[in-house]
C-alpha cells in the first residue's frame, strides 16, 4: 500500500510540475495571474493528499468532502489541456506565418486553454449527477419470452454518495419497472457501518422477479462479510458462484453471478463459475454476473450467453478510458464476444473518486433481452 501511495503521489506531482513548466509559464498573462495559477496549483496538489485522508473521514461535512474530492479530478483535465496546449504551441512555432500573427494565435490559445479547462470542470461536475437511462435491445438464442432488466454497477456508496443519491436512484429504477434487477459489483466504498442507512434505499427497489447483487473489487477492501449480510438483511439475493433460475417453469433463464476477479489475489472470495454452472441445465439460456469485463476470458470458455459487467466507470473522466483500455477488453456498451457470447459493460451508476464524469455519464441500463 505505501509502495502505490508513493508512485501515486510521484505521478501526481509531475502531473502539476508539468503543468506548471510547459502551460503556466508559458501563458501570455499577467505576472500577478501567473501567481495565482502558481499558488492554485500548490493548493491543488496538497488538496490531493487531503483527499487520501478526508474519504476515510466519515464525520467529515459533505462540502468539505466535496472541495478536497475536486482536485484529482482537476488535474487530470488540466494536464491533458496542458498537454494539447503544448503541441498547439509546437505546431504554431514551425508554421510559416507572419510574427504578429502568430502572437494572436499564441494569445487566442492562452485564452482558450484556460476558459476550456473550467467549462470543463463545470460540465464534468454536473454530469456526475445526472444518471443516464440506457434502454439496449439483446437478442438470446433459446429465450422462449422477453424480460426487461435492470443494471446498475459501481454506486460507490460513501463520501458524496448518500442517502439523497440513493433515493433518486430507486425512484429511477422502479420508473422503468423492470422484471429483474440487478447490481454488478462496488456497491459500498466504505466500512458498512457507514453506509447502512443509504443502502437500506435499496429495500424499496420493486421487480417481479427480485434484486440480484455479485461482488466487485472495492468490496474487497472493506468487510466483504459485513456487506453481504447487509445486502441480504434487505431481501436482496447475493449470487456467489451460484445461479437462480428466472421466470416459469419452461420459459425462463438462469442467471448467474460470480466473484470478483479481486479474489484471486487475496486466496479467498474467488471467482469459480464451473460451479455456478453445476446448478443449471442445458438447453436453457443463461445470463451472468461478473463485475470485470476481464472475466469474459474465463466466461468464453463456457456455456454463457450475455456478460452483465460495470468496473470501468467507462473510464469516468474521458481521456482515462484510454488507460483503462490497457487493462479491460470492454469499456462500456454491448459487443458481440464471439459466436455465442454477448457482453454488457454498464458504465457505473455513481463514480469514484471525484465527484466528476467527463463525455462519460452515470447509467441506469434497462436491459430488453428478447428471443433471437
Known sequence: MLLFISI??????????????????????????????????????????????????????????FIFSLPLGIIF????????????????DI??????????????????????????????????????????DIKIKNLKRPYKIAQISDIHIGGLIGIEFMKELVVKVNQ???????????????????ATK?????QKLKSKYGTYFILGNHEYFFNIKGVLDAVKSLGIKTLENQSVYIGDESNGFYLLGVNDM???????????????????KENFPKILLAHQPLFVEE???????????????????????????????????????NDKLQVYVNRGTGYWGPPMRLGVSSEITLLNVIPS
Open 262 to 280: 479481486f479474489g484471486y489475489r487475496l486466496g479467498r472470495y474467488e471467482p469459480d463459475l464451473a460451479k455456478a454452472l453445476k446448478m443449471t
Open 95 to 136: 508554421l510559416p506565418m507572419h510574427e504578429s500573427r502568430r502572437d494572436f494565435f499564441k494569445k487566442s490559445l492562452d485564452i482558450l486553454s484556460v476558459g476550456a479547462g473550467l467549462i470543463l470542470t463545470s460540465e464534468s461536475i454536473y454530469e456526475a449527477r445526472h444518471i443516464a437511462i440506457e434502454n439496449v
Open 8 to 65: 501515486f503521489l510521484i505521478t501526481i506531482a509531475i502531473f502539476h510540475f508539468y503543468i506548471y513548466k510547459r502551460f503556466v509559464q508559458k501563458v501570455n498573462f499577467s505576472k500577478n495571474t501567473k501567481r495565482f495559477f502558481t499558488i492554485f496549483l500548490v493548493l491543488n496538489f496538497f488538496g490531493v493528499i487531503g483527499y487520501m485522508f478526508f474519504r476515510y473521514m466519515h464525520n467529515a461535512p459533505s462540502w468539505l468532502y
Open 176 to 194: 422503468i419497472e423492470p422484471d429483474l434487477i440487478v447490481i454488478t459489483g462496488d456497491l459500498v466504498d466504505i466500512d458498512i457501518k457507514y
Open 198 to 202: 443509504a443502502l437500506g434505499e435499496l
Open 299 to 337: 466466461a468464453q470458455n463456457f456455456d454463457i450467453d450475455l456478460m452483465l459487467s460495470g468496473h470501468t466507470h467507462g473510464g469516468q473522466i474521458y481521456p482515462f478510458k484510454l488507460l483503462v483500455a490497457m487493462q479491460q477488453p470492454y469499456i462500456s456498451g454491448l459487443h458481440q464476444h
Open 77 to 92: 483535465i488540466f494536464f491533458c489541456l496542458a498537454l494539447i496546449y503544448d503541441m498547439s504551441n509546437l505546431f504554431f
